[in-house]
């Protein structure tokens, strides 16, 4: 018995331990830092804006200001080809990541210093504009330090502890946010959460420039900036099977962003109340996606990048179909339960392990503009059906079998990745951020 007590206690601590290493610690700042733009433009600016007599379909249209999350491939070359002059000498990533910060700050501190009375609605549209395209060149210098950060055996717990952040830099920015509205006002709630830039700031002059960074070769100047903007798209499709893989991006995840953006309408139709609501899809929910991400992350660790990613991808299509069986089952807390702590938990394990394998598909001397078209990529098919199709789906085709087709929509995805497999593609699409021993910029050549 103490031997197996033993054995037990060696397997847990080998599990923890990843967790506490350098490199997985600085991507936990670095997604609180990452997270916290998204909440000051999203539900609290809602909340603000709600509070202060805007009629709701002006506050619907601020959503708007989310393409810049989309968009931000546009101007990631820039992350990587343009060198910051005097900052630049402390590396590439640590000083954009010092200039994004800080214009992130500004711009929180610009919106929470409009007032919407006073200055107009434009005003407001303006800068909360500017929050959304400061942060999402936040993201950028962030996704691109935490691959290079990160030693291929550690993607999948870092991409874990990036999304563990991510979560508290949200949610803690929202609660924030509302605690010093109520006690204060607006303006000193936004100045307040202004300092959540600071973690990734601070991990990144703690941590240094990634050792992995690879600066691409060329000549300097002008000619090496020109080249950063096509440069990543040539190498990438160079690779063997690029086509395949990048219509695997955009497919996989179709049938989960058509389901997800449907369950609060599931929820309401089946007379769930919102304590109800609150209590199994938040409180439930927000734990059960905590738990996925540590599963996920020692499932890549132990399983291997492909088997963890074709499981996840399974794990979440079965997930859909959980919440047909919920339509047909009516209102049940206890199915609703199950229903949101099974597909949280899918979900948490599928992001780090699909996120692991898009951040190993980067080459190390394009990593900011490969990741950000990747990522973009990967969402922009589901969020254009889910807007445009998942409503009247409903509608015709009732909640049970709209739940049976977005499981199917993500069979051709998990069929896809498994050809990949088995032709080796997986393994032959890998930049160099998923290769051992590749990315020391003063041994490797360009």
Request: proline share 2%; with cysteine; charged share 15%.
């Amino acid at each position: 018995m103490s031997e197996l007590a033993a054995g037990r206690k060696t397997s847990w601590v080998d599990g923890v331990r990843p967790y506490l290493e350098k490199a997985p610690l600085a991507a936990l700042f670095l997604g609180i830092s990452s997270g916290f733009p998204y909440a000051m433009i999203g539900a609290t600016l809602t909340t603000r804006l709600k509070q202060d007599g805007i009629d709701k379909s002006t506050i619907t249209a601020f959503t708007l200001v989310f393409l810049a999350y989309n968009f931000k491939f546009l101007w990631a070359w820039i992350i990587d080809g343009v060198r910051l002059p005097v900052l630049g000498r402390l590396g590439q990533r640590v000083s954009w990541m010092l200039v994004t910060g800080v214009a992130v700050m500004a711009a929180v501190a610009h919106l929470a210093l409009v007032d919407p009375a006073k200055d107009g609605i434009e005003a407001v549209v303006f800068a909360a504009i500017l929050v959304g395209v400061a942060g999402a060149s936040f993201d950028i210098v962030i996704d691109a330090f935490r691959i290079e950060a990160l030693e291929p055996r550690q993607l999948g717990v870092g991409s874990g502890m990036s999304q563990y952040g991510w979560r508290i830099g949200s949610a803690g920015a929202g609660a924030l946010a509302l605690v010093v509205a109520a006690r204060y006002d607006w303006q000193a709630a936004y100045l307040a959460c202004a300092a959540l830039a600071l973690p990734a700031m601070l991990a990144a002059l703690l941590f240094g420039e990634p050792v992995r960074h690879r600066e691409a070769k060329g000549k300097p100047g002008l000619a090496r900036t020109v080249e950063a903007v096509w440069k990543p798209f040539v190498e990438f499709f160079k690779r063997k099977g690029a086509f395949l893989v990048l219509l695997f991006i955009l497919l996989h995840k179709i049938g989960d962003t058509l389901a997800n953006l449907t369950f609060r309408l599931l929820f309401d139709d089946l007379k769930f109340t919102n304590d109800e609501i609150a209590l199994w899809d938040v409180g439930v929910g927000f734990w059960a996606y905590l738990v996925g991400i540590f599963i996920g992350g020692m499932m890549y660790t132990r399983m291997g990048m492909k088997r963890s990613v074709l499981v996840s991808l399974i794990l979440m299509a079965v997930s859909n179909f959980s919440f047909a069986l919920l339509s047909l089952g009516g209102h049940s807390n206890l199915g609703m339960a199950g229903a949101i702590g099974f597909e949280n938990i899918a979900s948490g394990i599928g992001g780090v392990c699909v996120v692991a394998y898009f951040s190993a598909l980067c080459d190390l001397r394009f990593t900011a503009a490969q990741y950000a078209l990747i990522s973009a990529a990967a969402s922009i098919v589901g969020r254009f059906l889910t807007g445009t199709t998942a409503g009247s789906m409903i509608d015709t085709f009732g909640y049970f079998n709209f739940y049976l087709l977005t499981t199917a929509a993500a069979v051709p995805g998990i069929i896809l990745f498994w050809i990949m497999m088995r032709m080796g593609l997986v393994d032959s699409s890998i930049g160099t951020a998923g290769i051992e021993g590749e990315g020391d910029a003063r041994k490797e050549e360009a």
